[in-house]
Structure formats: C-alpha cells, structure tokens
C-alpha cells in the first residue's frame, strides 16, 4: 500500500504546532512542569497539535457535556474544557498527578466547569446516575480496560457525539508482532471499535495515534 502519510520529523512537527494555533503558554508551563517533576511519566501527556484537533472536535461538534478516563497533570483536560460549553468528568486514580491539574484548572479558569472523581474509572462510571448522557468521551487511561471503558461509554454518548481513544497506533505495536498484554489489548480494542455498528471511526496518525468515533 502507498505511504500517504508525511514521516513527521521533530522540525516538522514544531512547524505543525506553530501552525495549529501555536503554543499556548499555560499549557507549556503545564508540560514544563510535568516533565521536571515527573519525569518519564511525563510522555504520558497529550501533545500540543493533538490537544488543538481535540479542543477543535469538541467546538465543531457543539458538544457541552464531556468525560475523559485518564487525566494525569491535565493537559488533555483543559483542551477539553476548552472545547465545550457544559461541565467536563474527569476520572483518575492518581491524587499526586491530579493535585498538578487542580492548580492548573484554577489558574486556566476551568475549576468551576471540571468536576474530578479519585476513583477505578470503570467504579466511576458505573456508579453514574442512569441517564447520564454526554456528547463527548476521551479515554487514556490503562490500557488492558479500553474495551470495558468503551462498553460504558458508548451508550452514555449522545448520537452525533464522539468518542475518541488515545495510543491507538501504540507506537507501531499494533502491526509489529508485539505480543505483551497492552499490545494485545489495543490490538482487541481496536477489533472491538471496527466491528461496532454503533459508531463511524477513523484512526488518525497524531501523536501515539487517535481513535475518533462518531456515535450514530
Ligand atoms: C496516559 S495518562 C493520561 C494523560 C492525560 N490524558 C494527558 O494528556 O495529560 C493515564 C492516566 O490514567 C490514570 N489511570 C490509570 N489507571 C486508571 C484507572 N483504573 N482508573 C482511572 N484512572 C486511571 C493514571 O493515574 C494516569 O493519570
């Protein structure tokens, strides 16, 4: 099959985020930050071309209401928020990372609009009330419960609302023979999504790869 996808060089990709709306200075300092405290971890974060496509999702899709299952230091969260025009569920397990993000909410002005529950997301969202409907459901947490993050999600979306899953392309691992569990896992994810009547979806090549699927 022919290559239509541009290899993205460390030049290429500053000249994508210069050109995607630039960088946003608290979200710098944000991912600053991250990766003086936290080192390694710090690559768990979004990049800054790929929070601009989904702060651009979130707008073109008119959504108001979202959750994100893995928020980490908050960088993905605040593109969200950015994005929507009702209230943001975040769900994580970590009170080290998350303190990071509550600083970062407040200062961008979205403490109000983001409520965080400290708890096993699946016990999260499962414990919501029945009816809970979003218009928009961003996952990135661990990887062996994509497939039960999805199974939870999908019906709580919205028709038209998306659903969009990080690390989808898992650095290569999908198609390289990896054989570990969080390979295997994103592998069966992926199975899951492209055999699922309920949703249109594309995977795109940003990042660590982005799942987007459309709720029918
Ligand atoms: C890849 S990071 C999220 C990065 C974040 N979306 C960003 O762009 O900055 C994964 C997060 O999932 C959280 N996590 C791991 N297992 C979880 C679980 N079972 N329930 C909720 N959160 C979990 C971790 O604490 C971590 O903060």
Wanted: aromatic share 6%; proline share 4%.
């Amino acid at each position: 099959m022919s290559l239509r996808t541009v290899r993205v060089t460390p030049e290429l990709q500053d000249y994508i985020v210069a050109h995607s709306g630039g960088t946003d200075p608290l979200l710098e300092e944000l991912a600053a930050e991250t990766a003086g405290r936290f080192g390694d971890s710090a690559g768990m974060q979004i990049g800054a071309d790929q929070g601009a496509l989904m702060t651009l999702l979130a707008r073109v899709t008119g959504a108001r209401d979202a959750v994100e299952v893995g928020t980490f230091t908050g960088y993905s969260s605040i593109c969200l928020a950015r994005g929507i025009s009702g209230r943001l569920l975040c769900c994580d397990v970590s009170e080290e990372w998350t303190s990071v993000a509550r600083r970062y909410w407040a200062r961008a002005g979205l403490d109000d609009r983001i409520d965080l529950r400290l708890a096993p997301a699946l016990d999260t969202l499962r414990a919501l009330p029945p009816g809970t409907a979003f218009d928009l459901a961003f996952v990135d947490a661990d990887k062996p419960s994509y497939g039960a993050y999805w199974e939870e999600l999908v019906p709580m979306i919205r028709p038209g609302g998306l659903l969009l899953a990080d690390n989808t392309l898992w650095e290569g691992r999908v198609v390289d023979g990896s054989d570990d569990e969080e390979t295997r896992a994103i592998r069966d994810f992926n199975d899951r999504v492209a055999r699922d009547g309920r949703v249109q979806q594309v995977i795109v090549p940003i990042g660590d790869g982005l799942t987007v699927a459309r709720k029918l």
